[in-house]
């Protein structure tokens, strides 16, 4: 059964929060969060891609990526992980970069919070999301997020059917 990301925007407190349920226990959804090759697999809406440059999963790590659009232009971004309670949560903070990692101060930093919970038919992603200020919220939402993250959230279904055969 296929699911569907529910959002929440809450423009008062800067915040966006998103559910997804998954039928696959969360070892397999956390690895898909956590793993490079996996998470370049379904991050990002089609036709683009993820290309990890660098995925540190770890407290005070980071993952450098570019997303890589059909035509081969490459908008990256860095996530810097905080906190990691394995296969439960983790927290981290993303900026949109240039290719050495530098961030671009022009555009809003994102603050994660991510949360996996056991379903009795699998798992349950919780995402929440909090911005500095509220014009950095409405800048990600006009920029097309939800629709962005709610089409790479389905494509996990994909990649986690593939991983449950195995």
């Excluded at 929440?8 to 070892?27: C, G």
């Excluded at 809406?45 to 993952?63: D, Q, V, Y």
């Excluded at 790479?152 to 195995?166: I, R």
Aim: charged share 25%; aromatic share 12%.
């Amino acid at each position: 059964m296929k699911h569907q990301a529910n959002f929440t925007k809450d423009p008062a407190t800067s915040q966006l929060h998103v559910t997804r349920a998954y039928d696959a226990p969360v070892d397999k959804v956390w690895k898909a969060w956590t793993v490079r090759d996996i998470l370049d697999q379904w991050w990002g809406p089609k036709p683009w891609k993820a290309e990890t440059s660098i995925l540190e999963f770890k407290p005070g790590g980071r993952w450098h990526y570019a997303m890589v659009g059909p035509n081969g232009e490459r908008h990256w971004s860095l996530v810097q992980f905080k906190t990691i309670d394995p296969q439960r949560s983790f927290r981290a903070d993303s900026v949109f970069c240039d290719e050495s990692g530098t961030p671009n101060n022009s555009m809003p930093a994102m603050h994660w919070y991510v949360e996996f919970s056991t379903t009795p038919t699998g798992t349950m992603i919780n995402v929440t999301l909090n911005f500095d200020k509220d014009t950095d919220f409405k800048t990600i939402v006009e920029m097309g997020f939800e629709r962005g993250f709610s089409m790479g959230l389905s494509q996990l279904d994909e990649v986690l059917e593939e991983m449950l055969v195995v």
